[in-house]
């Protein structure tokens, strides 16, 4: 199964895969003719690290920056969530600025990918994800004239995409999963999707669920976890990504109580019962309220 990463829709994509070992003829820098082009021109999907990423260096918090820069958009005919980059209203990245990107070091993994296409592949008998990419050459960059070749790998190297990738790895597996499994996987109900939302990118929404104490009577986790998810971003998104497994491919990613969901199911009851009995007192008064004066 493969998925390609955030390749624009109307370039004109070389069909032939690359693998790391491939040599490019690349340079970008200001200067060249065609600099800022691309970022007026920006369709940029976020992953889940890129948000932790931009919301901490403008120190906010994650519903306030998915307000001001993001717009949601659905990735699938099943509604599955992503978010994208807002721009103006003639589609430039908002970030962008005569001196090029405002926020060039913590820059969505897309824009540390350009002018490549990441595609992940994962064989059915392999625990290892192979990655390959594809060159987008698009008429308006001018960087593939440049006299420079560069190794992909070198590449990916220079425009530090490491730390990027190793951090949306588990966040692509999931998509991927969800993908291939087609039918067999279902379409996910209303609450997952929110939850699938709020657990890839709203962390600060998230880390309010997880804190909560109906989660922590469903799960079975050690208070010292709950420590670090209350403090460390990075690991309440891998938690999350987790969190996703079990509920959208019932995985056993996450400890339970003992007998959870029936202690869950018995206090729904007790409470569903209680505003019955509520509901049949307020129904029996007004009608002996209405017949006193004739008694």
Not at 2 to 18: H, Q
Not at 50 to 58: H, P, V
Not at 70 to 88: F, H, I, L
Not at 201 to 223: I, T
Request: net charge negative.
């Amino acid at each position: 199964m493969s998925e390609a990463f955030d390749i624009p829709f109307t370039s004109d994509v070389v069909p032939a895969m690359l693998s790391a070992d491939a040599t490019i003829k690349f340079r970008c820098y200001k200067g060249i003719s065609c600099f800022n082009a691309c970022c007026k021109r920006a369709d940029i999907t976020l992953t889940p690290y890129d948000i932790i990423r931009l919301k901490n260096r403008f120190d906010m918090g994650s519903g306030e920056f998915l307000k001001k820069h993001t717009v949601p958009y659905e990735m699938d005919a099943d509604r599955v969530p992503g978010v994208k980059m807002k721009t103006t209203d003639e589609g430039a990245c908002l970030f962008m600025n005569e001196e090029g990107c405002s926020v060039y070091e913590d820059r969505p993994t897309s824009c540390r990918y350009y002018p490549l296409g990441h595609l992940a592949l994962h064989h059915k008998d392999s625990a290892e994800d192979e990655a390959h990419y594809v060159l987008i050459e698009e008429s308006h960059c001018k960087g593939h004239q440049e006299d420079r070749d560069i190794q992909i790998k070198d590449y990916l190297v220079e425009q530090e995409v490491a730390m990027f990738k190793e951090m949306n790895r588990e966040w692509l597996q999931l998509i991927l999963k969800k993908k291939s499994g087609g039918p067999s996987v279902g379409k996910p109900p209303e609450s997952s999707l929110q939850l699938y939302f709020m657990a890839c990118y709203d962390m600060d929404r998230f880390r309010r669920f997880v804190m909560s104490d109906a989660f922590k009577k469903s799960y079975d986790l050690p208070e010292t976890t709950y420590e670090v998810l209350q403090q460390d971003d990075i690991a309440l998104m891998k938690f999350g990504f987790q969190l996703m497994r079990q509920v959208l491919f019932a995985e056993n990613t996450i400890p339970q109580h003992d007998q959870a969901w029936e202690k869950r199911s018995q206090e729904r009851e007790e409470v569903w019962n209680a505003r019955r009995e509520v509901e049949m007192a307020r129904y029996k008064k007004t009608e002996d309220d209405k017949y006193k004066n004739d008694v």
